[in-house]
């Protein structure tokens, strides 16, 4: 299945018959994407899938898969051309606040990694407050800061 591939290249060609015919081209170009909502960053993450899920059909021959690019592909395509400029705007707004959401979990664990290599994570046993404690400073005694019962531990 090299539809998607196809369908790359197809618009790398139209892209070079634009560059040949110049202006005039660029000009109905932008008579016709008038009204419309044109490409945002939702759309653009659809194109890059989309290329994606094409490159890997290459190597792996997926009915389903190829099927899958080209709704993405079709669908961000549908995005650029639509005329409902506020529903898609909303749909933008969607994708961003998600895309932040994703982008904070990974930073999020990624702070907790560098915090289990520089700190101790320990449970008071008498309360189960958990208690940070910095690596290397050999046997210490703890303090609780919530029930104030101490214990000792290797840090
Ligand atoms: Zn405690």
Not at 34 to 63: C, E, H, M, P, W
Not at 87 to 105: A, C, D, I, P
Request: glycine share 8%; aromatic share 12%; charged share 25%.
């Amino acid at each position: 299945m090299q539809v998607c591939v196809g369908a790359v290249s197809a618009s790398l060609v139209v892209s070079k018959v634009a560059q040949k015919r110049g202006l005039d081209l660029k000009q109905r170009f932008i008579r016709f994407m008038q009204g419309r909502y044109g490409a945002d960053d939702y759309s653009k993450f659809l194109v890059g899938a989309g290329l994606a899920l094409a490159i890997l059909t290459i190597f792996v021959r997926n009915a389903l898969l190829s099927l899958f690019c080209w709704v993405l592909l079709l669908y961000a395509y549908f995005r650029i051309f639509s005329r409902n400029i506020q529903k898609r705007y909303q749909e933008n707004m969607k994708y961003l606040s998600y895309k932040g959401k994703v982008r904070g979990f990974f930073q999020k664990g990624k702070n907790t990694v560098v915090q289990r290599k520089n700190f101790h994570i320990y449970t008071c046993p008498s309360c189960g407050q958990k208690i940070r404690i910095p690596r290397g400073k050999g046997k210490i005694e703890v303090r609780c800061p919530k029930c104030s019962e101490t214990f000792v531990k290797r840090s």
